[in-house]
């Protein structure tokens, strides 16, 4: 199998979570996360740059298809983990969040069995958006809005589990003939 300059960008995003949740343990100074969070916003533009280079080049390969979404939840779902561990994030926000991407998850896999694709939707991309600046908000320790005492860490946590919940309820109805027993 050859990789596409597509796919080697999503195994660099894979490759840049360990660097992440190392710098997250070890690089915590009086400004922040900074390290850890530009490490984060690097990884998690590569979700973009891999998509846009695919579809240009028209290099979508199964493969792709495949890795770039595994990417994605590995990313998010391992900086959701860290911040709940230190108490930045509630668990809560957190246990919402991983169980609408195993439902979704579980969904997909049931209509790739019926030889279905469910494509990403608007929804899912405002849903993903949504958490990544959560997560860029709470690994900052809300800079800058901190200084005026505005919590837009936990206001954006809480926008990023609504489009969650709405983008998973999305899916799930207009996807919900996949769900339906054969006769």
Same mark, same amino acid.
């Given at each position: ?14 490759? =840049?979570?360990?660097?992440?949740? =190392? @710098? ?15 490490? *984060? ?5 590569? +979700? ?7 579809? @240009? ?10 890795? +770039? ?53 608007? =929804? ?15 690994? =900052? ?5 901190? *200084? /005026? ?20 309820? +999305?899916? /799930? ?11």
């Amino acid at each position: 199998m050859k990789l596409t300059i597509a796919s080697k960008v999503t195994i660099l995003r894979i490759c =840049l979570i360990p660097l992440f949740i =190392l @710098s997250y343990y070890f690089f915590d100074g009086p400004g922040g996360l900074i390290l850890p969070t530009l490490i *984060f916003v690097v990884a998690a533009m590569t +979700d973009w740059i891999d998509g846009h280079l695919a579809r @240009s080049r028209n290099e979508v390969t199964n493969f792709g298809k495949f890795i +770039d979404p595994i990417a994605d939840k590995l990313l998010v779902t391992s900086a959701f983990i860290l911040l709940v561990g230190d108490g930045r994030m509630s668990a809560v926000s957190c246990i919402i969040i991983l169980s609408r991407e195993f439902i979704i998850s579980g969904l997909r896999l049931i209509a790739a069995d019926n030889h279905v694709v469910i494509a990403a939707s608007y =929804l899912g991309k405002i849903k993903t958006t949504t958490q990544i600046i959560a997560i860029v908000l709470l690994l =900052l320790n809300n800079f800058p809005f901190r *200084f /005026i005492g505005l919590p837009m860490d936990k206001v954006a946590e809480v926008v990023a589990v609504v489009f969650t919940i709405w983008s998973g309820v +999305d899916y /799930i109805v207009k996807n919900r003939q996949v769900l339906r027993e054969k006769e």
